[in-house]
């Protein structure tokens, strides 16, 4: 593949190249989302219960099997040298991950707080915008998730391959898409046009590809500490999946079609990082 854009890096590789497989790469979790926010366009109502949990429970599969192969192995195979501590970094970085992202979603929590002190200092936003500003927070970890992966393939210094990204960034994406809809069609619903509700969902996937380009545009920083970043990533995609997703699509009747769905995704990315590795 011809290199289109090379990234100087302080690596004992030198240059880190990005190629057009990789920018399409950090794009696809952005994709998924404006493909979802497109909803608003042809449909009345938000996507069907059946239709969130099967999407849902194929993209848990993929990043549960994607956290274990493209990010925590390579970090811990990346830490070899320690001998038997070699599993600390991925330890230090996947507890670093879940704190991260609780801590996300404790700023969230006091962002929506109720008092009945009227001296207390509060933030009244209404309910459309929380869920907005809710998404885009928790697509910076994402985004920055699928940047140190192909950072890491690039790099040549983890063992990733090019289908662990890609199963990576195809999982956000597919979790990105039900996301999309719920954030533009419930714009939509309380007056907003159907193109600003199209543009404010599109607008919460944003984030997704400037992280990931800021994580790439930073490899020379950080390859040396690879290990922490690739369990740290692992951390995070397993909290969302685990806090927003298994919750999604095991409630309710036909719970069948999530962890049907589940199975195939994770068996999907592990055939993926086997045969494009």
Do not use: C, H
């Given at each position: 593949m011809?290199?289109?854009?090379?990234?100087?890096?302080?690596?004992d590789r030198g240059d880190i190249p990005l190629n057009i497989d990789t920018l399409f790469g950090i794009l696809l979790p952005f994709l998924g989302t404006a493909a979802g926010a497109a909803c608003v366009f042809f449909m009345k109502k938000t996507l069907s219960r059946n239709v969130q949990k099967a999407l849902n429970g194929f993209a848990s599969g993929v990043m549960i099997a994607a956290s274990i192969w493209s990010l925590l192995i390579p970090s811990m195979e990346q830490s070899r040298s320690m001998e038997a501590l070699a599993f600390l970094p991925a330890v230090i970085g996947f507890w670093s991950g879940i704190w991260f992202l609780l801590l996300i979603d404790r700023m969230m929590a006091?962002?929506?707080?109720?008092?009945?002190?009227?001296?207390?200092?509060?933030?009244r936003l209404p309910k459309t915008t929380m869920m907005v500003l809710a998404v885009t927070l928790h697509n910076i970890p994402e985004g920055m998730a699928v940047g140190v992966a192909y950072a890491g393939?690039?790099?040549?210094?983890?063992?990733?391959?090019?289908?662990?990204a890609f199963a990576l960034a195809l999982g956000i994406a597919i979790q990105n898409f039900p996301e999309g809809a719920i954030i533009s069609m419930p714009l939509h619903a309380n007056g907003k046009s159907r193109m600003r509700s199209f543009?404010?969902?599109?607008?919460?996937?944003?984030?997704?590809?400037?992280?990931?380009?800021?994580?790439?545009?930073?490899?020379?920083?950080?390859?040396p500490a690879m290990p922490f970043l690739l369990s740290f990533a692992?951390?995070?995609m397993v909290y969302?999946?685990?806090?927003?997703?298994?919750p999604e699509i095991s409630e309710g009747e036909r719970s069948h079609i999530g962890i049907?769905?589940?199975?195939?995704?994770?068996?999907?990315?592990?055939a993926m990082d086997v045969a494009l590795g």
């Open positions: 011809q290199t289109l854009l090379r990234q100087k890096g302080n690596t006091l962002l929506q707080q109720k008092t009945d002190d009227p001296d207390a200092l509060r933030i393939y690039l790099s040549g210094s983890a063992v990733i391959t090019a289908g662990g543009w404010d969902g599109v607008l919460s996937g944003t984030v997704e590809p400037f992280g990931a380009a800021v994580t790439l545009l930073a490899s020379g920083f950080i390859v692992a951390g995070a969302v999946v685990v806090k927003e997703l298994i049907i769905l589940f199975a195939a995704g994770f068996t999907l990315m592990m």
